[in-house]
């Protein structure tokens, strides 16, 4: 007999909790003959939802519908699996799988794990950075009698599941917008602290501020695809241009793509003529999935060496050596920001990477004067991410960690059933 299966998260969502959520729903989908998929849609944040009327969407929109009707029956799920923050997880079956991003620090808050351990069976996160965030963070707790308990951490299996590479199929298709100039960088981002992009456009300008054969073209929006919130990122991104005291020395350009694409315009962007490299110098990714897509196209990388992204953007040398394939940009370690602090999600003493500007900058300079490199390089991760990140291959892990296959438990560091007191 099939097992009910109840999906809960932002499926419909322009985030990327949202991609997440709709690559755990093909996972589940590619075996159809063990669960009996159903759906509750909640939102995320101020993104607003997707547009695009899909065969995905309309299944997604089909299935809801016909959850709703069987709750309303008194129906019953032998399977949650809850796409979120961990802080937002719930016990609503008898069997519950959290499904995270992580978290892009070097450590997690003291509530994400009381309620892994209080609620969930097991968690799949989408990096091993992600991982080793959950399962390194340690906090001394106290239990019921005011006894100290030290090293207070994750109890149950955490298990890492990267995306799979997807779009290749489609066609590129053309996005409405013209460039003039001959040598172009890729950003796409959601403008946030995290993402680093004010300096990416300051640092970016001026390296290439006197060549205008060069262009930073912006796939970016600050919470939605509407057009108030068009008008919003071009007024931030004219008055960080305006701002500058060089301003009418500028050659090079600056282009802003907003809204919703395709899979197909996204592959036009990444395979473009003039596309010389994708950047991305965020202080932490849970796995970088424009990186990911990039690479998957061919394109090289400029980027840090930390994060989400070591997952793919690393081959094996002679030696055995994991080595990143792109234009790495150093960085630093250091405390988050104070506007990044977000109480039960990002801690006030965790950490993540700051990009140092002299090394961006050379990064940047060196996919032109070394472009055949570089492109080498990309050829090289390109075909080493299309034969080990196949569909079949995490679809299938995906669903064994689901079904609870092969998880090895965690040694608890606190008795079972002992209750904790937090203090934090």
């Known amino acids: 007999m099939r097992k009910k299966i109840l999906v809960r998260g932002p499926l419909l969502s322009r985030s990327g909790y949202g991609e997440q959520a709709r690559f755990a729903l093909n996972c589940l989908r590619s075996r159809e003959d063990i669960f009996d998929i159903h759906m509750i849609s909640v939102g995320w944040g101020q993104t607003g939802n997707t547009i695009a009327r899909t065969p995905m969407s309309s299944w997604i929109k089909a299935t809801l519908q016909r959850t709703h009707m069987y709750m309303q029956s008194g129906g019953t799920f032998d399977i949650s699996l809850q796409i979120t923050i961990p802080n937002e997880f719930e016990k609503i079956a008898p069997v519950n799988v959290g499904y995270t991003a992580g978290i892009e620090t070097n450590k997690v808050a003291p509530e994400w794990i009381q309620k892994i351990n209080e609620v969930m069976d097991r968690v799949i996160v989408i990096s091993n950075h992600g991982k080793k965030g959950l399962e390194t963070t340690r906090y001394d707790v106290k239990d019921q009698a005011g006894n100290t308990i030290p090293n207070w951490g994750v109890q149950v299996p955490i298990e890492t599941v990267n995306y799979c590479v997807r779009g290749l199929e489609m066609e590129p298709s053309p996005v409405d917008i013209e460039f003039t100039t001959e040598k172009n960088f890729l950003v796409t981002s ?30 970016a929006n600050i919470a939605s695809d509407s057009t108030v919130d068009r008008t919003h990122t071009i007024a931030r991104i004219e008055g960080m241009l305006n701002s500058d005291p060089l301003k009418d020395e500028r050659k090079c350009k600056v282009y802003l793509i907003h809204g919703e694409l395709t899979e197909g315009e996204l592959r036009w962007l990444y395979t473009h003529p003039s596309m010389k490299a994708l950047i991305n110098i965020a202080h932490g990714e849970g796995f970088g999935l424009p990186l990911f897509e990039a690479a998957c196209n061919g394109l090289p990388l400029v980027t840090l060496a930390w994060g989400g992204q070591m997952d793919f953007i690393c081959k094996k040398n002679k030696k055995g050596k994991q080595v990143p394939k792109v234009s790495r940009v150093d960085y630093d370690i250091k405390p988050v920001q104070p506007e990044a602090v977000w109480p039960g999600v990002i801690q006030e003493d965790s950490m993540w990477a700051y990009a140092r500007e002299t090394s961006f900058m050379r990064a ?28 079949e291959k995490v679809y299938k892990e995906f669903v064994d960690v689901v079904l609870g296959l092969d998880s090895v438990k965690v040694p608890p560091t606190v008795p079972e059933n002992e209750e904790v007191i937090l203090e934090f």
Request: glycine share 4%; hydrophobic share 35%; proline share 2%.
């Open 364 to 391: 940047c300079r060196s996919i032109l004067t070394k472009e055949k490199f570089h492109q080498k390089e990309a050829e090289i991760l390109q075909k080493h991410i299309l034969k080990n990140f196949t569909f």
């Open 190 to 219: 959601q403008w946030g602290p995290r993402k680093n992009i004010e300096n990416t456009i300051r640092w970016f300008v001026n390296e290439f501020r006197d060549d205008e054969t060069v262009g930073l073209v912006l796939k």
